[in-house]
């Protein structure tokens, strides 16, 4: 299976190879694309998906490729496209939906909590529900508070659901086929900043497109990224950066920002967890730094912090702190004082390497 | 593989089969006596996916909007049987016809100064919105929803209301702050996000608040307030008050459960709430089919739950005052809930965020039947001759000059990047009516 790349100096499509550039949006769409071809079982729906191909133009070319009975547009009802893609998930279809914003799922959380997280459970595998739920999460383009929100604790906190939030165009491709193979309902969000490149939460500079970023090589075929591994994106030895989605490049641009030698863990996956990695970073480095964009209280982040205490508590030489969204609902104009940038998480860096 | 997809042609079923076939074959099966027969005789199934007749680059085609004569719908006391009008759900009231004149039963409400005050507010309105999109252009805010071809709604809508009550508005009814006087200069603070933001820069542009104007402060999600509008004229009934509500949907969100909840408590405890629907023919890319399905028409929604609903030309600004000041005379005589369809078509785009021309006909908004709701109504004042075509220039540019001026004493006070801009500490407040510890101390960490 083809890992990060090294940088080269190439953009877009290398003639002769299998590898494109694709934005997120794009690596999304191959995703579905690839399932749709394999398996006749794969379906896609959601609000504006068909026709249009979604709001974010994730689904662009789907239906005109597979037909309007495998990828159309639904009634704009939340609870109405996961607890139909339950329903056909129990047929036997595998349903691929999206939400179009993160923001937008609360009337499917009833479906998505009692039903698609117990229906294997309940029923002792009588029935299954092998669904993905897309949604594009998180802030930064001030979208306020509607269209802003990371809510992917709400689903963590569920037994029964699988919670996944890639970083970049591989990962997203990837991790998305597998989730649509997945036997269980798997939770995907997408960061939509880093649809078009790794925004690193400097606003005030332009993006690198994912054109010109060697993240954004995803090869055109099928392949799988495991649910439930994380990936190191920078091997270092003073302290661990726990983080997923946009702020993993945020993070990334503290530690250079701040020249603090940290080891900067992906999860990709939030459910299942590969602790695995995180204990023996944390081992190593005897200090933790967890980031989030979600609020602060009860957010992943706790978690993630109550399991390093159980798992690592002997090494660590310093309280680990959380980088996070403030307890507030996400707010319109003070974007970027709510938004943890990267001065924040720089000095959350140095507040770890000091304690 | 194409899927195994089927256009339904016309006098298609989705199937491919023609309608009298499929009768046929449904009456061969009923006669069969044996169940194993039977079976065999049923064709395999398909999903129907239904489709806008046209797309872009096809010619557009409202035949499909069945547009009846204007005058020609009776107007019903207002204690009728709901079950005695089903029939309103699938016609369109209306006013204005195609001369300029009022007529019919549902005409003469309205007196020419009142109708002179209508035509300014719509006016004001498409003003304020074309003013503000460019703002959007300009940087001057994130982001902006215009009214355009849909002024008569919200503004004939408002006229209909007394002080006191409460609509529970989308992102498409700013005319219910326009038609109540609301200051424009206000409303441009909350859309530039600046230093007298009346919601201190937490809420996207154009999600304003107004208890003092009858305007519930508005989510961004859909048809949430819709429930919400129900349980405040419940509360106004429990009370033993005089006031009522109105509850703002669009024809996509009819689609979610919050709908559904709303007609079934305004059925059951015969709230005193106006529910109004919006059809506008899109929900961003989806067409109305989408959130109908089978049901002829939005309005038919409410005769399942014993609800008067009336179907209203939703450009025709005396109809729309006449129908909503019917139902508000219902509500106040305690005889319950009106849904109201308004027929229009969004002739803009959805927000600044879309591009229509990539799923309808761009010279769509020209073919639509009902057309222009200022241009109506102008019509109507001209041929009253109350109004002329040099007052209505002089007018639009007067106009124009008002909505510039406000521009400018709000932009005195900041833009979204510029200026003056409400504080960090607006971030933190207001979460709850007492800032909790934890809260506390995550502003002062933030430095405030």
């Keep these: ?18 590898m494109a550039r694709m934005t997120m949006i794009e690596a999304v769409r191959s995703a579905m694309d690839v399932s749709m071809a394999r398996d006749e079982d794969v379906v896609v729906f959601g609000e504006d998906v068909g026709y249009f191909g979604g709001v974010f133009r994730c689904t662009q070319g789907l239906q005109a490729k597979y037909g309007k009975t495998r990828c159309f547009d639904a009634p704009i009802s939340e609870s109405g496209i996961v607890g139909t893609a339950i329903g056909m ?60 929100q990371s809510p992917e604790a709400l689903f963590t906190h569920v037994c029964g659901l699988k919670v996944v939030v ?31 490149g790794p925004f690193d939460g400097h606003h005030e500079r332009p993006v690198t497109a994912w054109s010109r970023h060697e993240l954004g090589e995803v090869p055109d075929g099928h392949y799988t990224i495991p649910i439930g591994k994380a990936e190191i994106r920078r091997k270092g030895s003073g302290v661990t950066v726990i983080a997923y989605g946009t702020m993993v490049h945020v993070a990334l641009a503290a530690t250079e920002e701040t020249g603090i030698d940290a080891e900067v863990i992906d999860l990709r996956s939030l459910l299942p967890l590969d602790l695995e990695t995180i204990v023996q970073s944390v081992s190593k480095t005897g200090r933790c730094v967890v980031v989030h964009e979600a609020t602060l209280t009860s957010g992943f982040g706790a978690e993630l912090v109550a399991l390093v205490q159980e798992h690592c508590f002997y090494h660590l030489e310093a309280p680990v702190v959380r980088v996070t969204g403030w307890d507030t609902p996400y ?18 860096l140095a507040e770890a390497m000091e304690g | 593989m194409a899927g195994g997809v089927e256009e339904p042609g016309p006098g298609k079923l989705p199937g491919g089969m023609a309608p009298f076939s499929r009768g046929s074959e449904l009456r061969k099966a009923q006669s069969g006596r044996e169940a194993g027969s039977r079976m065999d005789e049923f064709s395999r199934l398909s999903l129907h996916v239904p489709e806008p007749a046209v797309r872009p680059g096809d010619q ?67 003003a304020f919105d074309a003013r503000m999109l460019m703002a959007q252009r300009q940087g001057k805010t994130s982001f902006y929803m215009q009214h355009l071809g849909e002024e008569a709604v919200s503004c004939a809508f408002r006229k209909a209301l007394r002080k006191g009550d409460m609509n529970f508005p ?6 219910l702050l326009i038609a109540d006087d609301y200051p424009m200069v206000e409303m441009m603070n909350q859309i530039f996000s600046n230093e007298l933001d009346p919601c201190h820069g937490r809420q996207l542009p154009v999600m304003y608040t107004s208890k003092a104007h009858g305007f519930f402060t508005i989510s961004g999600n859909l048809a949430t307030q819709y429930v919400q509008a129900v349980g405040w004229a419940m509360a106004s009934a429990i009370k033993n008050d005089t006031r009522i509500a109105a509850g703002w949907i669009g024809d996509g969100s009819t689609a979610e459960s919050d709908f559904h909840s709303a007609l079934v408590f305004a059925s059951t405890y015969k709230a005193p709430v106006i529910l109004n629907i919006v059809n506008n023919q899109w929900a961003i890319s989806t067409f109305q089919g989408i959130a109908r399905g089978g049901s002829g028409t939005f309005a038919a929604r409410g005769l399942g739950f014993g609800i008067p609903a009336l179907r209203v030309d939703g450009n025709d600004y005396l109809a729309v005052y006449a129908v909503a000041r019917w139902a508000a005379e219902r509500a106040r005589l305690n005889l319950g809930p009106t849904l109201i369809e308004y027929v229009t078509y969004r002739v803009g785009a959805h927000s600044t965020s879309d591009d229509p021309s990539a799923y309808r006909p761009k010279t769509e908004s020209e073919a639509w039947p009902l057309g222009d709701p200022v241009l109506r109504l102008k019509k109507h004042l001209v041929l009253r001759g109350v109004w002329s075509e040099e007052r209505h220039a002089q007018a639009e540019a007067e106009i124009m000059d008002e909505v510039i001026q406000a521009q400018k004493e709000a932009e005195r006070h900041g833009t979204l990047h510029a200026g003056g801009r409400p504080s960090v500490r607006d971030i933190f407040e207001g979460v709850y009516a007492e800032m909790p510890p934890h809260i506390r101390r995550q502003r002062q960490k933030a430095g405030y």
């Design chain 2, 170 to 175: 989308t992102y498409r009814q700013a005319g």
């Design chain 1, 166 to 196: 890639p970083s970049t165009p591989y990962d997203a491709k990837g991790l998305l086929i597998s989730a649509i193979e997945d036997p269980d309902p798997v939770m995907f969000l997408e960061p939509k900043r880093l649809y078009n």
């Design chain 1, 89 to 148: 998930a129990a047929y036997g279809l595998k349903p691929c939906v999206e939400i179009q914003f993160a923001d937008y799922m609360y009337p499917a959380y009833d479906q998505l909590t009692q039903e698609a997280a117990r229906i294997r459970y309940r029923s002792n595998g009588d029935f299954t529900c092998p669904i993905v739920v897309r949604m594009p999460t998180g802030g930064g383009i001030f979208g306020g508070q509607t269209h802003s």
């Design chain 1, 1 to 18: 299976m083809p890992r990060c790349r090294p940088i080269s100096a190439a953009s877009g499509r290398k003639r002769g190879t299998d």
């Design chain 2, 60 to 126: 557009p085609d409202f035949s499909n909007v069945k547009i009846p004569k204007a005058g020609s719908v009776p107007r019903p006391e207002v204690d009728v049987d709901p079950e005695e009008i089903r029939d309103l759900a699938y016609s369109i009231i209306r006013v204005l016809n195609r001369e300029g004149e009022a007529v019919g039963p549902w005409a003469g409400l309205l007196s020419d100064e009142e109708l002179l005050t209508g035509l300014r507010h719509m006016m004001l309105l498409r």
């Design chain 1, 331 to 348: 707010p319109h104009a003070q974007e970027w004082d709510y938004f943890p940038g990267p001065a924040r998480v720089g000095r959350a």
